[in-house]
């Protein structure tokens, strides 16, 4: 999971290290850093932008060690479903259940169908739809896209894919 | 000055368009590479026009020269000739008859340049096995991408690179249907019947449209500058029937346009419509114009272009690939 958080150090020497030490141990991974010395807070610490890749469920154990070093978390956001792909169906779309298509997508719990335009031209015709999935990574948009693709192929859809990655 | 008596086996306007450069050329490949290239016969279903000093070539490309009882086996097996030139229709069912043509070329040491895809997909091994053993050479250059060189590219000039992966537009009628939908937003049927009528479609589409032809020459590759051993019939094959002008009109507002794209690396070799963003190399490729990117180990990614189709630019492949024989 990546997030995007804003921390506090105190303003003393060794604080920025200290503050980086368990994010190493606890199997993350810095993916930028924002430090800013000569600016303070109203409580006269110094405010660090920070984003990092961590396993979820080390998060909390993260902010413990932070507290006890007296380093404190003022802002936390989660940029949770950074990966996004466009893909295109063709097919009878509706007609063989299209909820069922998107579930299939939206059970995984790693990714969701956050947009989807579809286009009906007549009865017996064949329907097109554009989807944008959005996944945590690239392993589990790489998983979504076979999850969707075995659904496609059940339903006797069509699915383009994008050229690279896939 | 060293003279190349050549045959050339099958019909259509391939061996047209090889005839014509053979007579243009013919100078400069004397002055050039020493080399006086004499068409000594022709054969196709009609019988074979014979004359060991070389055929006069405009009577020949009109047909007017004595033609004799004899059909093409008789003139591979019994013909006074160094190189055979195949141009049968390619048959991805059989390879025949050209699988036999070159077969029988081959075991008599005769060199064989053609641009027959269904012998090659079929049976690579094969062949380039019995070429080894005859000391003979087994080019077909015109196989893949008409006039746009890349088998010899990669064979000559990048030699000592492995390479990683093959991708690219390989049909032109497909490229041509795909860009007229997108551009016009007409139906598949529509501008099929009016590439038909423009001789870039077949009365028979089945072949470019279903992806066959993309599949032939994916093999074709991926045994030839690959290092696989693939079967033709493992390809993963899906073509652009199915696409509709609203698909096309869904990507193009998302910032892509739709290809038919024959893919092969290690663990995948597969044809089918693809989603290309609107400013990559590709998605610029409009009407009959192929494409490929090769990335190699050491030179990275390499993208050709060219004329995929026609008379003289297969001809230009098959040109190319006799003179290297000898040179």
Known sequence: MRIAMEIELKDIPGQLLSALGPI??????????????????????IPIKITIELPEKHLDELIARWHERGITVMQKGEERLKESVFLILIGHIVHTDLKSTIDAVDSTGFAEVVDLTLM??????????????????????????EILEQEAKKKGLLMIKPLEGF | MERVKIIIVGFGTVRRGLAEVIKRKKDHVKEEFGLDIRLVGVADLRGAMVDADGLDIDDALEWKCEIRDIDSLQLIREGEYDLMVETTPSNVETGEPGFTHIKEALMRGKHVVTSNKGPLALYY???????????????????????????????????????????GIFNGTCNYILTRMTEEGLPYSYVLSEAQSLGIAEADPSYDVDGIDTAEKLTILANAVLGMDVAYNSVTVEGIRRITPDALRLALDKGYVIKLIGEAREGKIEVAPRLIPKDHPFALMRGTLNIAEIEADLAGPITVMGRGAGAIEAASAIFSDIISIYR
């Not at chain 1, 190493?24 to 610490?45: C, E, F, K, M, V």
């Not at chain 1, 064949?126 to 959005?134: L, P, V, Y």
């Open chain 1, 24 to 45: 190493a141990d606890l199997g993350g991974n810095i993916i930028s850093i924002a430090h800013q010395r000569d600016r303070r807070t109203p409580r006269g610490t």
């Open chain 1, 120 to 145: 009906m031209p007549g009865i017996d015709e064949e329907s097109s739809a554009g989807i944008t999935i959005k996944a945590t990574g690239k392993k589990e948009m790489e998983r979504a896209i």
């Open chain 2, 125 to 167: 091994r094969e062949l380039t096995d019995l070429a080894a053993r005859s000391g003979c050479s087994l080019k077909f250059e015109a196989t893949v991408g008409g006039a746009m060189p890349i088998i010899n590219l990669i064979r000559n000039n990048l030699a000592g690179n492995r390479i990683l992966s093959i991708k």
